[in-house]
């Protein structure tokens, strides 16, 4: 099962309120898409993404390009912690992942 934590719920609204005001609801709708491909990818094989160099708690996917994603693979679920836009400072990625 993957759940998500509060933190990733926010950032990804932020990013597809981003999206939305940037380049309209198709690419919303593409995009969530591709998230729910990606969660489904994970659920059906947690270990699929590289552990994250900064943390090896957490493993980084990726859903595109620009956007990351970072979750904890435990005995009974997979937990997302956060969906990251990768033009933001990586400072701020490693306070949130402490």
């Known amino acids: 099962m993957v759940i998500w934590t509060s933190v990733a719920e926010a950032h990804y609204n932020a ?3 981003y ?20 969660m489904n990818l994970i659920e059906n094989n947690p270990f699929c993404f590289q552990e994250f160099s900064l943390n090896k708690y ?9 956007v990351s994603f970072y979750y904890r693979v435990y005995e009974n679920e997979i937990v ?9 400072n990586s400072k701020k ?3 949130l992942l402490k």
């Open 80 to 88: 997302v912690h956060l969906f990251w836009n990768n033009f933001q």
């Open 58 to 66: 957490y493993r980084k996917g990726f859903i595109h390009e620009n």
């Open 19 to 38: 999206l939305y005001e940037k380049w309209g609801i198709k690419i919303v709708n593409n995009f969530i898409d591709e998230v729910e491909k990606t």
């Open 15 to 17: 990013i597809l309120n």
């Open 93 to 95: 990625l490693k306070k």
